[in-house]
């Protein structure tokens, strides 16, 4: 893969980007398709239940219906069966009438004449039951319709059409041209007929009921908006508050022990013969005044039990459906929608959210609790304004708007950036301060693999003296002891943040300011070389109390730009540096052991930082083999605050002998030196220049010598 795709791939703002788009155009897809429609209405079932019993039906509709303690009764009395005849019909509507019901709503269609019995005649029954519809003068019958097919029976004839008009908004029409009516001389005699077809959803449940209807070409409305229109439409308007199909607010619970008053149409039909008779009715009359009464049926064995979002604890009579709706319209419990560009912008906004908080988050827990808490509140406020103000808002795309987008930047990171932290984990793991693999794991961006130009200073331990040490003790004495060391000097450099870089037999080489970036690896590599020579004192001091062989560690410490990288074979690499500032700070190491000191750094280490914190002590002016420049060396003597009066003089006097020795006065030079070793005997340095002042005295250098010193070995 071309670096420039790989890195543009890695990039979080690339990822991010990626992320909402892909998924928020996924989300929608899935918001149009069978599996996101299925998710919307459930989440619309669950938003009802949650509502229920928070409004109120209105009270002044009542149902009075044929259960099967009807069916029953009336086989057990007087051995009649379904279908009843038709005179008691007549009766109950008779009964309500005269009790005062403002509408009388049948539920069934009454499309075949009623047939003759033993004591009565269908005919008869049918004219009995007509006379009691036009007298009551406000009943409304029900017819459902239907599409003619091709060598299909023609159905009822339909004549009662409303006179009423509509402006309902329309977003489906429903057109037909077959219906099952009433028999003529009821719909005659009816105030009117409506429809009662019902609009079932695609997993076939009842949520909503069109309003108008096209039938050869006139208009019908539904049964409980016609009855509505007739009865309260001009006081009380509501054409443009709602629109066709109309989805239903469901109060709760159907059947006798829900929301609606029940009554069993046996007892209003003996109530209704005890009236008449003189005695005291079951119910009474004033149950009924001005009340909206609907007559169905909740008895299984007819049939007219359908799905709707409170099945799961009720059957649902058909009946109460139209009830339903009915008290919608009076009590205006009309449910509005968000606009669909809201629904856009909200998704929209979450894709951007969730995509920015899965890309630049490094722990996947708080993206993870990010995205729950993201849905947790737009479900809780969606839901509130369902249950409070009866707003409904499409959850769907919004949800999948945050859904989506997390799952394709999570999985994204973990093919490319968490192969990254996988890769950083296992290249820096053993040898980088364990706070510095999760600052990069957590944003592999911050190191280049590929390689790339740094400033950084490097460091080279090793130990003088091993080779006595290694003849003195058994193999596995050996081993502990370099596991030891090496576990002491882990402790240290990871503590000032160096990364080890590799270990060389009893060698260490370290990085500062690599693979982090820190302005500070000068100050750091130096306060790491220099309490790690003091553990290295420590554990001489224990060696020789002992009895074992002594030693002392050398360090070198340069500073310097570098290159940085991945680099190696196919079949193994490492995470290291090349270059010249590498290479001198290897002879720095070394060349403690010319100058017998331990802990030597390069002028470019030596900054302000450094000088605040450590003595220094000038040691030289030195040119390595095979390079022109020179570059000044210096000792890290102590911390400041160890600072002793003796120990100031002799670096002091020190450094005015080395001023000496480039100025050529010889003589003085020496005298500057041997002043040191008097204070310091064992001071090798000084011991060292004096050797050298003795033989530019008897060979002097040439005139233009710069008092620069050329080492001629590595």
Known sequence: MPSSIKKLLFAKPFRFAVSALIGLIAAYLISLSSLGKSVELNTLDIQFRLAQNTRIPDTNIVIVTIDQNSLQYFKKTIKTGWPWPRDFYALTTSYLAK??????????????PDQDRVNS???????SFADSIRSAGNVYLATILAKQEEEDQPGDSLVKFSALTSKV?????????KSYSPLIQFQEAAKSVGVVNFAQDEDGVCRRIAVQYSYQGKNLFALSYNIYKDLFGEQHPIDEKIKSPYLIYWYGKGGPDGVFKYYSIHAVIVSALKEQSGAIPDIPLQAFKDKIVFIGSNAPSLFDLKNTPFTYLEPYPGVEIHATAMSNFLNQDFIGETSQWWIFILSVILAIFISYISNYNENIVVSTAGLIAAIFVFLLISTQLFVRELVRVHVVFPLFSMVLPYIISIGWNFATEGRNKRQIQKIFGQFVNPYVVKQLSSDPEKVELAGEEVEASIMFSDIEGFTT?????KPKELVEFLNNYFSTANDIFFKHDGTIDKFIGDAVMV????????????????????EFSKVVQAMTREARSKGEPVFSTRIGINTGNMVVGYIGGRSKKEYTVIGDTVNLASRLEGVNKYYGTSLMISETTANDQVRDEFLLREMDIMRVKGKNLPIKIYEVVCKKEEITEQLLKMVQTFESGLTLYREQQWKDAISMFRTVLNSKPDDYASEMYIERCEECRKNPPPKNWDGVYVMTTK
């Open 469 to 473: 040490i290694s003849e003195s003790k």
């Open 169 to 177: 908004k329309q977003t489906q029409l429903f057109e037909f041209n």
């Open 121 to 127: 005649s269908g005919a008869e029954n049918d004219r």
């Open 511 to 530: 990085q500062f300011g690599i693979p982090l970036k820190n302005p500070n690896h000068r100050l750091l590599a130096t306060r790491a070389a220099y």
């Open 99 to 112: 009790s005062g019901a403002k509408a009388i709503v049948y539920d069934f269609q009454f499309s075949e």
